[in-house]
């Protein structure tokens, strides 16, 4: 009797293992450490995940990815994709594993982080989001525009009072488009004052430098003056050398960096897996032309005398770089006349006059500058500073893009296949890096970067971010000629529990989370 009671209690008593939401079982796991792999189950309950075990007994619902890799989802710290609230599925960028996006960079990001995050969580969306706050936005605001002059007392307090509200409201840190109007007429003083306010909240200083080409190692110095001056880790964007001239100069480069991380600077970058950039056209103007917009431009065109300077700036220019034309810009979108679209500016000058003289290519520069502008993309990079730059381990991976609306101009392929091209193209195909690495490089490092806390890792108490692909599949199907096509080769992506792609596809789901910065 004795006995048959201490089984009956045993029965009772001895606790049930607890099923959870969903177990992903069979898995490949890359836990984004940048350990080599386990097969392991993950084990997932309300948004986050419970477990990571050799097997996990039961859940609601199993997902059997044998063969498959299983990766934190892939967080993409270099977006513009203020546009979520239009388009919040955010397709492009789930379809190719990313699960979070940082927004605002290059200086430019919605004023009033509160507002836009009340909007989003209003509507609904699919990635997670965060943000930073923009120097540029912030600049423009305060001081009205394109102004060459430091700010006053006033308006530095200003600034600094905009940068405190960002912060507060959950910024990651400030950005700058130093490259861009209003940055360029910003001084170093100004940058490092602004700077010493997103410092005071833990935050990072991201710059789009001054200059990716001929001037690069002076605008790295100065990021690296700002983050010691402030005291902060800084975070160079798009990591590039721009301009014939530049090419080769990888090594030295990554040095430079080095160098300034041994004596102290908290220094990162990220970068694209393309040799072609994208920006406005009008960066191919001389920042004094363009300042006050397309009407002051009109205006300083009808001066002839401008208009010979300008000419003349920009035919020196292409000397320069070691070009004889503008056959390397591709109009990308002109929302005035979509026949460009697609078109370099020698055969758009070609449509336009009948004629393709460099006299032709700057008038039409400039005429599409003064009609609303266009985006282009810019075939200026090296693939051998590429590949240095990529597996410098502290590189990580992002696209420089928006949300997409497919078939709309011909925008640069980045947008639809960035992380997938660096998975497929650069580490199974050509093997410059290790999966596990490649996915430490999408995860972890920018999760712990940008202080994404709980994100980045596949590990107890983290988020469940997930994103589950074929290694041997993956693959960016967008090119220059068709970028608008899907990544392929993800079998699912999970946001915070959450299944949203299933097969490639994605399934309407919206349980995105705006992700604050927290002091």
Same mark, same amino acid.
């Given at each position: 009797m004795r006995f048959l009671a201490l089984i009956i209690y045993c029965i009772t008593f001895t606790p049930a293992f607890s099923e959870v939401d969903l177990v992903i079982r069979n898995g490949l796991v890359y836990d984004g450490s940048g350990e080599p792999p386990k097969l392991a189950d993950i084990g997932i309950e309300k948004g986050r995940i419970t477990s990571v075990a050799a097997k996990i007994p039961r859940g609601k619902m199993t997902l059997d990815v044998k063969g498959m890799a299983v990766a934190p989802g892939f967080i993409d710290v270099h977006t513009h994709a203020e546009n979520i609230l239009s388009q919040p599925k955010g397709e492009n960028f789930l379809r190719m594993g990313v699960t979070t996006l940082v927004l605002g960079n290059c200086g430019s990001s919605k004023l009033n982080l509160a507002d836009f995050f009340i909007q989003l969580s209003e509507r609904g969306f699919s990635p997670n989001i965060a943000s930073l706050i923009g120097h540029g936005t912030i600049r423009k605001q305060v001081m009205g525009g394109s102004i060459r002059r430091p700010p006053t007392a006033i308006e530095l307090i200003q600034m600094q009072e905009y940068i405190e509200k960002g912060m507060r409201d959950g910024a990651l840190g400030m950005s700058t488009g130093l490259i861009y109007l209003p940055g360029a007429f910003a001084k170093i003083e100004e940058l490092i004052a602004l700077s010493k306010t997103v410092s005071a909240h833990r935050g990072i200083y991201v710059s789009h430098m001054r200059s990716e080409g001929t001037n690069i190692f002076m605008s790295v110095n100065e990021v690296c003056l700002i983050a010691s001056q402030a005291k902060l880790p800084a975070h160079i964007s798009h990591l590039k050398l721009a301009g014939k001239p530049m090419w080769g100069k990888n090594a030295q480069l990554l040095n430079r960096l080095d160098e300034a991380r041994k004596k102290g600077v908290r220094l990162t970058h990220d970068q694209y897996a393309y040799t072609a950039s994208s920006t406005s056209l009008r960066q191919l103007l001389p920042d004094d032309v363009v300042a006050g917009g397309a009407a002051a431009l009109a205006r300083r065109m009808g001066d002839e005398a401008q208009r010979v300077k300008t000419f003349d700036w920009m035919k020196n220019r292409l000397l320069f770089r070691q070009r004889n034309n503008y056959s390397y810009v591709v109009i990308a979108y002109h929302k005035k006349d979509n026949r460009y679209n697609g078109l370099n500016v020698v055969e758009a000058a070609r449509l336009r006059y009948g004629k393709d003289t460099l006299d032709h290519q700057i008038s039409l520069i400039v005429e599409i500058e003064i009609n609303g502008g266009a985006s282009a993309v810019f075939h200026g990079m090296n693939e051998d500073d590429a590949r240095a730059f990529l597996i410098h381990p502290y590189t990580m991976f992002a696209s420089d893009s928006s949300v997409r609306i497919l078939n709309k101009g011909i925008p640069h392929p980045r947008g639809y296949g960035n992380a997938a091209r660096f998975l497929g193209h650069y580490t199974r195909d050509q093997k410059q890096l290790k999966l596990e690495e490649a996915v430490r490089k999408l995860t972890s490092l920018p &999760?712990?970067? @940008?202080? %994404?806390?709980?994100?980045?890792? %596949?590990? &107890?108490?983290?988020?469940?971010?997930?994103?589950? @692909?074929?290694?041997?599949?993956?693959?960016?199907?967008?090119? @220059?000629?068709?970028?608008? &096509?899907?990544?392929?080769? @993800?079998?699912?992506?999970?946001?915070?529990?959450?299944?949203?792609?299933?097969?490639?596809?994605?399934?309407?789901?919206?349980?995105g989370q705006i992700i604050r910065h927290i002091r």
């Open positions: &999760a712990r970067t @940008f202080q %994404l806390k709980g994100r980045g890792m %596949l590990k &107890a108490g983290y988020a469940a971010d997930v994103v589950i @692909f074929d290694p041997k599949e993956v693959r960016d199907n967008a090119t @220059f000629k068709r970028p608008h &096509a899907y990544s392929t080769g @993800f079998k699912y992506v999970i946001v915070n529990g959450r299944i949203v792609v299933e097969n490639d596809r994605h399934n309407g789901a919206g349980p």
